[in-house]
Each structure stands twice: as C-alpha cells, then as structure tokens.
C-alpha cells in the first residue's frame, strides 16, 4: 500500500508542473502543399495489424502547415462499459490539413492518477507542433482515457474479472475511432506514454506486434506493477521484461527515456534503473532500442524537453518502413 500511494503521490506533484513546460511555435513560412493530401483510402477495412507496405514518408523541414498553422484539438468518445457514463473520451490532434492513410499517428498513454486531459494541458500539443515543423514529419496524436469507474490502477489491461477492458479499447476501439476509413499501416502507427502510460507503451506493442512498429517509453517500468490486481493470476503475460522472445516481436523499435532522479517507488524497487535493464534486455535480442537520461524527476518538465529526440526517433522510423512482423 505504501509503494501504491508513493506513486500516486509522485505523478500528482508532477502534474502540478505540467503547464510552464509548453514549447512555442516557431513562426516560418506557410505550407502550400501540405502533407495528407493524397486520396483517402475511402472504405478501408478497419485493420489494425495489416501488413501493408507503408507509403513513403518524405519530411520538409520548415515547409509543412505544422509551421504557421497550429493542430486542431478535439475530444472524441466511444461507448465503452467500463468508463465513467458509459463512454471513454480520447483527445486527438490533427495537424493542419486532410488526414490520410500516410500520416502516422501516436497514439499517448497517461499515467495512474492522470488522464487525457493532463497530457493535454502539459502543452504537448504545441510542443509536438514545434517538432513537426522542426522535422518535415506531420502526425496525429491520441490520447485516450484510461481510468475505470472503480478508481482502480488499471495499467492499461484488460481486468482479469472481467470489469473493463482498456487494452481493448486502446489496440481496436481508439484506433478505430482515430483513423476511422485512413487505417494506418503498422510502420505508421506509434505508442508512446509517461509513468504507467510508460509501461503501456512497452507492453501493449509486445502483446500486439501485428499494431505498433515503435514505441516510446517516458518513465516507465518494464515488469509488472499491479496494486489492483487487474491481471489476476497471470501477470507473466503482461510483463514486458517476459514477452521479448517471440520472433514476431523483434522488429519493433524502442526509444526509453528516464529522469536521472526519477526514483518513483514501485510495488517491488522503484522507476529508477527499469530504462537501463530492459534496454539491455532488447540489445541482447539484437533489437532496436535508444535510451535518455536526461536530469530531472518524474514530471512533465522533464519528459517534454526530451520530444525532439523523441520525434527525431519516430521519424526515423516513419521515413524508412520496416517489413512485417517477424521479417528481417
């Protein structure tokens, strides 16, 4: 119980300091031509782990509409029996323009005492505007919502008992209400997130590999941390220190990034140290992995100054699209 609220109480001091961390738009020219203007792909079946070729990704620093025209923020829901009323919210922002089935998306989990609505207000948005027109690289982003009625640290699953179902809504629901008929191929879809949202984005990636090519990881923690129970008697299959093995799983891309002092207790040690061992785990199974350390604590003013080597990360892979699943 002690380790339990040490966390909760760490991510709610952090999301005091979300709102001076917001980066500012850089004012260059307008984009004629921006990206996403291609045919849609009208009728698209909703396939979340097809395998098609990735259309290429090609990057205009300085000249795509992210430079002169802020991302548009809406909040969409989708029915879901496990939310509060009956529905569960996801924030999504779109650059300026049609959307398409080639501009990526990341998808972004929050932490335990969090929502949506902070990852919102910490600024992201228009930080990830900055990158955009930084890189040439334009991008959806979605954040769903992923607390229960109960208040119970759900670790983005799926409760073994059957009261809800987050991992389901964010690997079929969200992407479904996200790109709706531009379902994006694999190579073009990421999964980032802070805190618990961090462990999220390791572990949904490796039990769904057919979904997500990358994966971004702010403070998260990479064995299972369950003070609710919700995997019951199977937290082995959740675990992303215990999923690495499965051919199908190798070409995924990680980038972990973890504050030099971040010491967040977790039920057994604490965040400190869990972005060295999994990605020592990942290099001993010749898989793609970079790490960040840069100085400060669990917070957003210390993960929101590290989104350029994040994106510079994702663009990486956005611009050169791997195979399917268990290819070389």
């Known amino acids: 119980m002690f380790t339990t609220l040490s966390r909760r109480t760490a991510v709610l001091v952090a999301s005091s300091l979300v709102v001076a961390t917001a980066g500012t738009l850089a004012s260059l020219r307008a984009d004629e031509d921006p990206p996403g203007a291609s045919a849609p792909v009208a009728g698209a079946a909703f396939l979340p782990g097809a395998a098609q070729d990735a259309p290429a990704v090609h990057p205009r620093p300085g000249e795509v509409a992210s430079c002169e025209r802020a991302g548009t923020d809406e909040i969409i829901t989708v029915p879901d029996k496990g939310a509060p009323d009956g529905e569960r919210p996801i924030w999504v922002r779109r650059?300026?323009?049609?959307?398409?089935?080639?501009?990526?998306?990341?998808y972004l989990l929050h932490g335990s005492t969090t929502t949506h609505f902070d990852v919102r207000d910490a600024g992201v948005g228009k930080a990830m505007d900055e990158q955009m027109c930084r890189t040439g690289v334009e991008f959806v982003i979605a954040a769903p919502f992923g607390q229960e009625v109960g208040g119970r640290d759900t670790e983005w699953g799926d409760d073994a008992d059957g009261e809800f179902h987050i991992e389901t809504f964010v690997t079929e629901k969200a992407i479904e209400a996200v790109e709706g008929d531009h379902t994006r191929p694999r190579q073009l879809r990421a999964i980032g997130g802070f805190s618990m949202g961090g462990y999220g984005a390791a572990a949904l990636p490796l039990r769904h590999p057919d979904t997500y090519s990358q994966a971004?990881?702010?403070?998260?923690?990479?064995?299972?941390?369950d003070p609710s129970d919700t995997?019951?008697?199977?937290?082995?299959?959740?675990?992303?220190?215990?999923?690495?093995?499965?051919?199908?799983?190798?070409?995924?891309?990680?980038?972990?990034?973890?504050?030099?002092?971040?010491?967040t207790p977790l039920q057994e040690g604490s965040i400190h140290g869990e972005a060295e061992r999994f990605a020592g785990l990942l290099r001993e199974r010749d898989m793609t992995v970079e790490t960040l350390f840069p100085k400060g604590g669990h917070d957003f003013e210390t993960w929101v100054p590290t989104f350029p080597q994040a994106v510079d990360f994702l663009v990486e892979g956005w611009t050169a699209p791997m195979a399917a699943p268990g290819g070389n």
């Open 216 to 225: 971004v990881s702010w403070a998260g923690y990479f064995k299972v941390d």
């Open 231 to 263: 995997f019951g008697d199977n937290p082995d299959a959740h675990a992303p220190d215990q999923l690495l093995d499965d051919p199908g799983v190798r070409d995924i891309r990680f980038m972990l990034i973890e504050g030099k002092d971040d010491h």
């Open 95 to 106: 650059p300026p323009g049609p959307d398409s089935a080639d501009l990526p998306v990341l």
